[in-house]
């Protein structure tokens, strides 16, 4: 997973590259540094 850290706050819907079940992700960033990170399986 690659992540950008030019955006302090993102949320987005990966697929997972083993199941390719879609999993939310979430990221917040603070002067480069990640600050919280959450990954939520969504069942399909």
Do not use: W
Not at 19 to 41: G, K, M, W, Y
């Amino acid at each position: 997973m690659l992540l950008d850290d030019s955006i302090t706050y993102q949320e987005y819907i990966e697929d997972c590259e083993v199941c390719c079940n879609p999993i939310q992700v979430q990221i917040r960033f603070l002067h480069s540094e990640i600050t919280d990170f959450q990954a939520t399986s969504i069942e399909q």
